[in-house]
């Protein structure tokens, strides 16, 4: 158990609509990390925030969003939903920005668009 | 943007085999990582790296960090079959903000 928890663990939803995915990061933790994994696919950095600040931002479609709120959880928006959205959607925590070898990864959210 | 080459892509061995899979990247690294990641979870940090020609073990598991600094190694040795998964390596490199760019992953299959 890595200490970060994402929920929910699946969702599947049809074409055009809305879902959020919710992470929380290990105790401690100010960095979130949000990652997208396609079917048998590396993973894809969307956006990091660092004590509710964006940090960085990958290749986060717009219709896409993030926020990290002052207790530290951190919701991914997918809106829109088209079917190649299907994917495993991960967020990691780290104890800040600048230390990458502290970064720990959630179970992940197996988003299904249909 | 950066890109790290990771491979090879896929492996299928026979049990009590040594492995062996690398990175390679056209920018000098500060950092390397290798991490696996088990069917259905997140990936978990295997290695961390720091140094060029840094060697560093986790059981049956060494790391390197090259000395050109664009590349780094992992060798799985007398590998059983728990060691299935994807291997992704992850790198930080200089003036990259902090950010890390990961490799594709190597997929290992262990054949009975």
């Known amino acids: 158990d890595s200490g970060v928890t994402q929920t929910p663990k699946h969702l599947i939803t049809a074409t055009g609509q809305r879902v959020t995915l919710r992470c929380s990061p290990r105790?401690?933790?100010?960095?979130v990390y949000w990652y997208q994994q396609s079917l048998d696919q590396g993973l894809q950095f969307l956006i990091q925030?660092?004590?509710?600040?964006?940090?960085a931002k990958g290749n986060i479609l717009e219709r896409f969003s993030a926020q990290q709120f002052p207790d530290l959880h951190s919701e991914l928006n997918l809106s829109s939903l088209e079917l190649g959205d299907s994917a495993l959607y991960f967020c990691?925590?780290?104890?800040?920005?600048?230390?990458?070898?502290?970064?720990?990864f959630g179970e992940g959210s197996w988003l299904t668009v249909v | 943007g950066q890109q790290l080459n990771q491979s090879p892509q896929s492996m299928f061995i026979q049990e009590g085999e040594d492995v062996s899979m690398n990175c390679t990247s056209s920018?000098?690294?500060?950092?390397w990582l290798w991490y696996k990641q088990d069917p259905g979870e997140g990936p978990v940090l295997l290695i961390a790296?720091?140094?060029a020609g840094e060697l560093t073990s986790n059981g049956r598991l060494t790391a390197q960090f090259g000395i050109t600094r664009k590349d780094s190694f992992l060798n799985i040795s007398a590998s059983i079959p728990s060691d299935v998964g994807i291997y992704f390596c992850?790198?930080?490199?200089?003036?990259?903000?902090?950010?890390?760019?990961w490799g594709a992953g190597t997929k290992l299959i262990i054949k009975p």
């Open positions: 105790s401690g933790d100010l960095s």
């Open positions: 790296l720091y140094k």
């Open positions: 920018s000098i690294f500060n950092t």
């Open positions: 925030y660092y004590n509710g600040e964006e940090r």
């Open positions: 990691a925590s780290s104890v800040d920005h600048a230390r990458v070898d502290t970064i720990y």
């Open positions: 992850a790198g930080q490199f200089r003036d990259s903000n902090y950010q890390l760019i």
